[in-house]
């Protein structure tokens, strides 16, 4: 509400783009089609369409061969997807039953469940709108088998939550 730089009325909604500083760019473009900010496809909007699991094997495929931590393949926004952060990238590891010190290169032919449980995670979030159906992300103890769930450091300053006996794999 403060410093309205553009104020736009659709349909009786009001979007106002409010910049105190004027430092921030606003720019409209003719259509989505010429708008490219360089980011690798939405993960919701893959799961919303249904293409979700044979794009994600097609894409995993692609980087199979990478000495990449696969939690950070997960949250690169560029190249592999865009959506994944911390909080999800932890819930698809556990889901996947995949270690997170594991390597793309060391996966196997997981990528098919590794695809799967992008998807599966990403819907059970999209639906709660919560933070309720977390299973491992800020746990104590691992809910299918009651061991501690431990936070460590793999890059920068963010926490990874896994359960050692369930992501073994």
């Given at each position: 509400k403060k410093f309205p730089r553009v104020t736009l009325e659709i349909e009786g909604f009001v979007l106002q783009f409010?910049?105190?500083r004027n430092l921030?760019?606003?720019?409209?473009?003719?259509?989505?089609?010429?708008?490219?900010?360089?980011?690798?496809?939405?993960?919701?909007?893959?799961?919303?369409r249904g293409q979700g699991t044979l794009s994600l094997v097609k894409r995993l495929d692609e980087i199979s061969m990478s000495k990449v931590l696969v939690k950070s393949v997960l949250q690169d926004q560029k190249g592999f997807?865009?959506?994944?952060?911390n909080i999800l990238a932890c819930e698809i590891l556990y889901e996947a039953g995949i270690n997170p010190y594991?390597?793309?290169?060391?996966?196997?032919?997981?990528m098919g469940v590794l695809a799967e449980a992008i998807i599966k995670v990403?819907?059970?979030?999209?639906?709660?709108?919560?933070?309720?159906?977390?299973?491992?992300?800020?746990?104590?103890?691992?809910?299918?088998c009651n061991s501690c769930v431990q936070r460590v450091v793999l890059s920068g300053s963010q926490g990874t939550y896994f359960c050692p006996r369930c992501q073994n794999d």
């Open positions: 409010c910049d105190p921030a760019e606003l720019k409209i473009y003719p259509g989505l089609d010429t708008l490219d900010l360089g980011y690798a496809p939405d993960v919701l909007d893959l799961y919303l997807v865009s959506g994944i952060g594991k390597r793309m290169v060391d996966l196997g032919g997981k990403v819907g059970v979030a999209w639906e709660s709108k919560s933070n309720a159906w977390h299973r491992v992300f800020r746990v104590s103890v691992c809910g299918e």
